[in-house]
């Protein structure tokens, strides 16, 4: 546990050793390195049925890995995992209409899309882990980084609600401007490979600058995920871990929403309301420490109200293929 404030939102005595941390790294690459090879292995497309049975069984993962925390650490630590793995969750709604942006943007054929999301992901992941750390490392020094994190996730919840962020614009990301002046790169794609010899010089194909948005991009999502979570868990192992489990199920789960997206039109004002709540809870952390029961009620409660209204409002509509 972080030894600062008492009244602070920690994950109990948590004590974690390097095995620990080693077991979670190993099954995280391995579940990234099974989701890699199997996902749509031998199809042209991913398929709708395939998409929502790994969708089903990463959340059976999750929620089973919530069970294990569960009887290792007692119900608060598995219940602050859940809550954790939920927030994260929610918020990964957004990640995906994003995807569909830069897919389209980049004209990245269909078959391509599960492997660079996959690869995109385990970059994502890796960024979040040092997110991770320097956030855990802050709060532990400086008492005065919740406020600073429920300030900026009341900002990022007033953006929300007014749209400001909907315009994503892959063409003004500055590493993607980097990386196109400095990497020799393919006008056209070439199947799945992110490298290719072309007159015998090595040339980078365009799914390598897809890569970098796509893992630049999601540093964005993780300024504003990270401190939210951090609002629920201090413990960095139970953070990551709710994350990891949180981002593992993405890429199926885009396949399965990225054509509904235009259906969710109410997503933004609960995501808002989730990080409006969160960033409150941050901001009195030395006044009240909610529950972590009231922390699940209120994110499940607020995104499934959110969804229904969404598709009640949009039902009928036309939905429009992924990119």
Same mark, same amino acid.
């Given at each position: 546990?972080?030894?600062?404030?008492?009244? #602070?939102?920690? &994950?109990?005595?948590?004590?974690?050793?390097?095995?620990?941390?080693?077991?979670?790294?190993?099954?995280?690459?391995?579940?990234?390195?099974?989701?890699?090879?199997?996902?749509?292995?031998?199809?042209?497309?991913?398929?709708?049925?395939?998409?929502?049975?790994? %969708?089903?069984?990463?959340?059976?993962?999750?929620? *089973?890995?919530?069970?294990?925390?569960?009887?290792?650490?007692?119900?608060?630590? *598995?219940? =602050?995992?859940?809550?954790?793995?939920?927030? =994260?969750?929610?918020?990964?709604?957004?990640?995906?209409?994003?995807?569909?942006?830069?897919?389209?943007?980049?004209?990245?054929?269909?078959?391509?899309?599960?492997?660079?999301?996959?690869?995109?992901?385990?970059? #994502?992941?890796?960024?979040?882990?040092?997110?991770?750390?320097?956030?855990?490392?802050?709060?532990? %020094?400086?008492?005065?980084?919740?406020?600073?994190?429920?300030?900026?996730?009341?900002?990022?919840?007033?953006?929300?609600?007014?749209?400001?962020?909907?315009?994503? =614009?892959? =063409?003004?990301? +500055?590493?993607?401007?980097?990386?196109?002046?400095?990497?020799?790169?393919?006008?056209?794609?070439?199947?799945?490979?992110?490298?290719? %010899?072309?007159?015998?010089?090595?040339?980078?194909?365009?799914?390598?600058? /897809?890569?970098?948005? @796509?893992?630049?991009?999601? @540093?964005?999502?993780?300024?504003?995920?990270? +401190?939210?979570?951090?609002? /629920?868990?201090?413990?960095?192992?139970?953070?990551? #871990?709710?994350?990891?489990?949180?981002?593992?199920?993405?890429?199926?789960?885009?396949?399965?929403?990225?054509?509904?997206?235009?259906?969710?039109?109410?997503?933004?004002?609960?995501?808002?309301?989730?990080?409006?709540?969160?960033?409150?809870?941050?901001?009195?952390?030395?006044?009240?420490?909610?529950?972590?029961?009231?922390?699940?009620?209120?994110?499940?409660?607020?995104? &499934?109200?959110?969804?229904?209204?969404?598709?009640? %409002?949009?039902?009928?509509?036309?939905?429009?293929? #992924?990119?």
């Amino acid at each position: 546990m972080l030894p600062f404030a008492a009244s #602070a939102p920690a &994950a109990g005595d948590l004590e974690v050793s390097v095995a620990m941390w080693g077991a979670l790294g190993a099954l995280v690459i391995a579940m990234l390195a099974a989701d890699l090879v199997l996902f749509g292995r031998g199809r042209a497309e991913v398929s709708m049925r395939s998409s929502v049975a790994w %969708s089903i069984g990463w959340v059976g993962l999750a929620l *089973g890995f919530a069970a294990l925390m569960w009887a290792w650490q007692g119900g608060e630590t *598995g219940s =602050e995992y859940l809550a954790g793995y939920l927030l =994260e969750r929610s918020l990964s709604l957004d990640n995906i209409f994003v995807f569909a942006v830069i897919f389209g943007y980049f004209a990245v054929p269909r078959a391509v899309q599960p492997r660079v999301l996959a690869w995109g992901i385990a970059l #994502a992941l890796v960024l979040r882990l040092v997110f991770i750390v320097a956030g855990a490392i802050m709060i532990d %020094s400086l008492h005065v980084t919740f406020y600073a994190f429920g300030a900026l996730l009341l900002f990022t919840a007033y953006k929300l609600a007014r749209h400001d962020d909907s315009d994503i =614009e892959p =063409e003004h990301n +500055p590493a993607l401007r980097f990386v196109r002046k400095q990497v020799p790169m393919t006008a056209d794609y070439h199947g799945r490979h992110l490298w290719v %010899s072309d007159a015998g010089k090595r040339m980078a194909t365009p799914l390598v600058a /897809v890569l970098v948005v @796509i893992a630049t991009t999601d @540093i964005v999502f993780a300024v504003d995920s990270i +401190p939210a979570i951090f609002a /629920v868990t201090t413990e960095p192992f139970v953070v990551f #871990a709710a994350n990891a489990f949180a981002m593992l199920g993405l890429r199926a789960l885009y396949f399965v929403l990225a054509g509904m997206m235009d259906r969710f039109t109410y997503l933004s004002y609960g995501l808002a309301a989730i990080l409006g709540f969160i960033g409150v809870k941050m901001l009195l952390v030395d006044v009240w420490h909610a529950p972590i029961w009231v922390s699940l009620a209120v994110i499940a409660g607020v995104l &499934a109200f959110t969804i229904v209204i969404s598709l009640r %409002s949009t039902r009928g509509a036309v939905t429009t293929p #992924a990119a």
